[in-house]
């Protein structure tokens, strides 16, 4: 039995949660144990590192993960822990080595992740004992993920599976990164994620990503399928019905993946769905029109919690591998709308984080068109094994 247990007799079904799920450290810590390292992780593309050498850190609350493609071109992931003393290895975020050398005593690692030199050892010492710890990694249609668990990690196909048709559709595996950006957000990281579950706030805080889609589409498809009141919903989907019969006529996907019962007991909520823009528009750029060739442009979201107050949204848009930088696409074109998105949700997010400290604070009504943040508490409370 968790000592918070008692905290959720002040939350009620249709209002936010309590003050202290978003200020106590105590709360905190147990989150990252039973949520953040037992999740697959969706961290980079696979272009980051092209070649054996290559590597790139991922860094999240405590912890920090090395991810580095090896001489036999494999990609794995190692904790950036020296096995020495447990000093960090790599202390830039990116590079390409032969060998990851520990600034502390010079032990060295090949990139697969091998004790190979370590001086002065008593004869005993035995170095393929010593090589650095790994972490669950996979990888995706081009997507990395790693999972931080530290027993057997849920099962990845499993995860995977019902969002494989979406994710294959869009060939990820076949792009390369255009650009990323990082937005370091003062705000407890379920602030951020709740923000991501509705689109209440569309209109009144991004004018850009109202202006290319379609007003309709803000109110029922904005956060997902099912966050807005019946009526809407109803009307929206059938408005599109003609777009869904001409995905049927291509055989692309139009279909809303939205968690099955099941999955929410396994602590899991994944979401896919694919829908038009509408308004005429082709792309979600400032005119509307495409930002690239062929795969156009798509983007991942990486969320990264660092402390009880302070997160990190990382975005990263991705066009066809073939494209070339300013002939096909210019990388400020491509992620202008969601760049300023994101910009201005950092803000309400930051807002939203300074009020929620104030001593007058307590949880408020959802709207209609937010009932996906309870959706969310749901699946955190069956994840942190709260009743
Ligand atoms: S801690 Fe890394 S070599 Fe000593
Ligand atoms: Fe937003």
Known sequence: MLEFNHLLKNYQEGKTLPQDFYTDSNIFSEEMKRIYFKQWLMVDHISRIPNPGDYFVFDAEKESIIVIRGRDNEVRAFYNVCTHRGSRICLDEEGSKKLLVCPYHAWSFSAEGELKAARFMPEDFKKEEWGLRECHLKIYEGLVFINLSLDEPMNFDEFIEPLKEMMEFHQ?????????????????????????????????????????????????????????????????????????????????????????????????????????????????????????????????????????????????????????ENKDFKPEEVSYIWDVTTAHDTTIIENNQEGLLSQSFKPGVLSENESAVTYFYNWYFTNMQLP
């Open 172 to 324: 990820t595996s076949k792009s390369k990164i255009a650009i990323r950006k990082k937005y370091p957000t003062h705000a407890n990281f379920k602030l951020v994620l709740e923000n991501f579950q509705e689109c209440y706030h569309c209109p009144t805080a991004h004018p850009e990503l109202c202006a290319v889609q379609d007003k309709d589409w803000v109110v029922a498809m904005g956060a997902g399928i099912g966050t807005a009141p019946q009526k809407e919903t109803d009307e929206y989907l059938n408005k599109i019905k003609p777009w869904v019969e001409e995905c049927k006529k291509n055989g692309t996907p139009s279909e809303v993946y939205l968690e099955t019962e099941e999955g929410l007991q396994k602590g899991l909520n994944r979401y896919v769905d694919r829908t038009p823009i509408g308004n005429g528009n082709l792309s979600q750029t400032k005119d509307g029109k495409p930002a690239s060739s062929l795969m156009g442009q798509f983007k991942e979201f990486i969320f990264k919690p660092i402390s009880l107050l302070e997160s990190e949204v990382e975005l990263i848009w991705l066009v066809n591998e073939e494209a070339e």
